[in-house]
């Protein structure tokens, strides 16, 4: 599979630079916003250059996803509330020829998956549909509790077991029979002959990293439509995830920013230097590494960039600094990801709040970590 790897980190290598603008595009938009009253007309402006830019970060998503450069980060959850999050979204994409219905079992079962990747899943299938319909139709999404025997011709594909079935419906031209066997394959063109494009590959891709299995139903006898049916494996209820920590964003404590890319270290830089810290900015890695050892004064928290560099950054800090918390700004790469297993980590694009929460609750932590340090015994 030669050429699909050479596909993968082409798709991959593109995606992360493109992290990187997009991480600036995002960034000085709602920086800008918060000059803005909600009554100025240029606001409006403003929020259309945000909602495209994260427009193209699902498509980035999507292509690392594709790439295994990016790794999934699945959590366990309720598959009709991501549906009813998409909802919105999906009706804006298909346009308003086409009817939307939902048809969501009430007793579904609980997923492990990638909320993000699956929002992209259903929005990226309701486009392959809408081209299909191009003078309009019905889109219906479904959900049901299904069971794999062991004589079920999908065990041949998917272990036995409950899983919990996403279907993708539309009224628009069947796909042809020729091109079914490699619709999902590599993106050779037979994905853009059904009218689903590269979004049909990197749907694959990704229902494959969450352990499921998709499919099609557009055989020869049916006179129209196609039946995208997407198996995610069923999973027990588990405790909820720790989101960020709500409150205050803003603090005087010194944070030293070494981010590879100057756009990016640019706004973080400025983020945070508006939120109240002292900011120091390291424009190279040796400069980072000069005040590691050379800077007078403490440093609570280094922001750097989840890279070979940063790796070497963070190391000679906690050599020199072990009070000194990390945090890592952008998605490591496959073969590096171990290294960065038990790190805090933000994934790009980010918004300024999103970063200005991340350092608060870190700082936070490090100082509830202290305080209990030296409370008397």
Known sequence: ??????????????????????????????????????????????????????????????????????????????????????????????????????RLAADVHRVRVDGEQLQQIIV?????????????????????????????????????????????????????????????GEFDGASERCRGGLGVALVYGVVEQSGGFITVDSSVDRTTGRRFIVLLPAVEDSVATVGEPRGKSTGNETVLVAAD??????????????????????????????????????????VTTATSNGRLIADAFRATRPETRVLFVGAPIEEHRERFANEAVLAQPFTPDALARRVRGLLAAARVHLEMRILPQ
């Open 261 to 302: 890319d100057p756009t990016v270290q640019g706004l973080i830089v400025a983020v945070l230097r508006r939120r109240g810290y002292a900011v120091l900015g390291a424009p190279d890695p040796w400069q980072a590494l000069r005040l590691a050892t050379g800077h007078g004064d403490s440093i609570e928290l280094l």
């Open 124 to 184: 990226n299938l309701a486009l392959s549909a809408r081209d299909a319909m191009p003078d309009g139709g019905l889109l219906t999404i479904a959900t049901a509790n299904v069971s794999v025997a062991g004589d079920d011709p999908r065990a041949a594909e998917i272990a036995p077991g409950d899983y919990v079935e996403l279907s993708i419906s539309d009224t628009g031209m069947p796909i042809d029979s020729a091109v079914q066997p490699s619709l999902f």
């Open 1 to 102: 599979m030669p050429k699909k790897n050479t596909v993968e980190r082409l798709a991959g290598g593109i995606a992360r630079d493109f992290d990187q603008f997009l991480t600036t595009i995002i960034g000085h938009a709602e920086t800008l916003g918060e000059y803005l009253s909600p009554g100025d007309p240029r606001a409006g402006d403003v929020a259309a250059i945000r909602h495209a830019a994260e427009r193209a970060f699902g498509l980035t998503e999507q292509l690392l996803a594709f790439s295994r450069t990016r790794g999934l980060r699945p959590t366990v959850a309720d598959l009709n509330a991501i549906i009813g999050r998409s909802r919105y979204t999906v009706q804006r994409v298909v346009g308003d020829q086409i009817r939307l219905e939902t």
